[in-house]
């Protein structure tokens, strides 16, 4: 089974920017994120496939930029103009957008007002 390691996260003030990582043990054709605030549903964030095609939800589109390296199975989230409202866990998922096969550990990412 497919392993994912994220990195990155951690507190930000509101306007910064911050970059998230995911590493996978292998060759994964769509990769991704997702985030949840306690006591709510995860949210799917932005995902991509190994061709490059990109997703991204309508909260964070123009803000956050989904990239990968194939070459490291790795994928990035570049997220920039944070809003209090984007502080949530961020998992990186792997496999289809709504039936993902495997995750991260989930790496918090906080941003003050």
């Known amino acids: 089974q497919v392993q994912l390691v994220e990195s990155g996260g951690g507190l930000v003030q509101a306007g910064g920017s911050l970059r998230l990582s995911c590493a996978a043990s292998?060759?994964?054709?769509?990769m991704g994120w997702y985030r949840q605030v306690p006591e709510k549903q995860r949210e799917l964030v932005a995902f991509i496939t190994s061709g490059g095609s990109t997703n991204y939800a309508d909260s964070v589109k123009g803000r956050f930029t989904i990239s990968r390296d194939n070459a490291k199975n790795t994928i990035y989230l570049q997220m920039s103009s944070l809003k209090p409202e984007d502080a949530a866990v961020y998992y990186c998922?792997?496999?289809?957008?709504?039936?993902?096969?495997?995750w991260g550990q989930g790496t918090q990412v906080t941003v003050s007002s």
């Open positions: 292998g060759s994964i054709f769509v």
């Open positions: 998922y792997a496999g289809p957008a709504y039936a993902p096969v495997a």
